[in-house]
């Protein structure tokens, strides 16, 4: 089977595909040496998920590792609500949906239909303000439209020329180490 994909870097890869290439060079380094606050408190909101300590309701299945062979992605849910059958992804802020968040959830939503649960709604869960924000499940023309950008991401030649967005790099925890920008991070 090819190399399969991480569902949490395809919002990363909207937003700068060359990202995802510091990403793999970076990776074994130090967390510390990159991570800027939003993204640490970004992980922070996962961790309790994560170490399955946020939920003390029976019906609820946390941190599930989770895969597709056929869209060739990987990656885990946050929770999954057995009597709702709802999946739910939270976020500490959302202060506006972008389309790679919603791709990270269909994505999140096939692996589980694959792997033969069933899901009748999902949503997103913003834990600053206590607001559930549902999202309609993917019809077959978006399941097409994921699969085409799976694949972009899957082709994606770092040495292709580009032109570097300095709004984006201010904000972009690779600023400081990336060969593509002089920008400063704002952090
Ligand atoms: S600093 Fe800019 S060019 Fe470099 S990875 Fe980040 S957003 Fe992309």
Redesign the pocket.
Known sequence: MENLISISTLNDFI??P??IY?HNVYMETDEGLYHATPQTKGKLAHEPVDTKTSSNRKDEILALPVMSEQLGIMGKIDVYRKSEKKLIERKYQLKQIYQGQVYQLWAQYFCMVEMGYEIEKIAFYEISTNKTIPIAIPTDADKMELMSFINSFREYDPSTP?K??PN??RH?I??NL?D??E?DNVY
């Open positions: 937003f700068c060359y990202s510091l580009m570097a967005n984006k790099c972009c690779y600023c990336c593509k920008t920008e």
